[in-house]
Nanobody, 122 residues
């Protein structure tokens, strides 16, 4: 059983930045692929970013490449999503997620965070 606690969401103007944090419980954080999903009203949930167990490999969806960075600190059981140059289309609820093997929409991750709202105004 893994519990994920997110923080860092909020309201920001276009072009601004936010950093999301996700703190995980347990002693096996490094055994999980970690990542972030997001879902905007009326749209499907999508994988935004993922990071390997060691943190050596990351993946970003095309729409956020060059603007977002995912990182993790296994010593602190925490994963981050640094979001720069935010656009109104980034507005969504962002969910931290953990997967034993693959972080994908189908099937979904093994564990979800509660979600944090990110709103980007024009």
């Amino acid at each position: 059983q893994v519990q994920l606690l997110e923080s860092g969401g909020g309201l920001v103007k276009a072009g601004g930045s936010l950093r999301l944090s996700c703190a995980a419980s347990g002693r096996t954080f490094s055994n999980y692929v970690m990542g972030w999903f997001r879902q905007a009203p009326g749209k499907e949930r999508e994988v935004v970013a993922s990071i390997s167990r060691s943190g050596s490999n990351t993946r970003l969806t095309d729409s956020v490449k060059g603007r977002f960075t995912i990182s993790r600190d296994n010593g602190k059981n925490t994963v981050f999503l640094q979001m720069n140059s935010l656009k109104p289309e980034d507005t969504a609820v962002y969910y931290c997620a953990a997967a034993k093997f693959q972080l994908t929409t189908t099937p979904g991750p093994d564990y979800w965070g509660q979600g944090t709202q990110v709103t980007v105004s024009s």
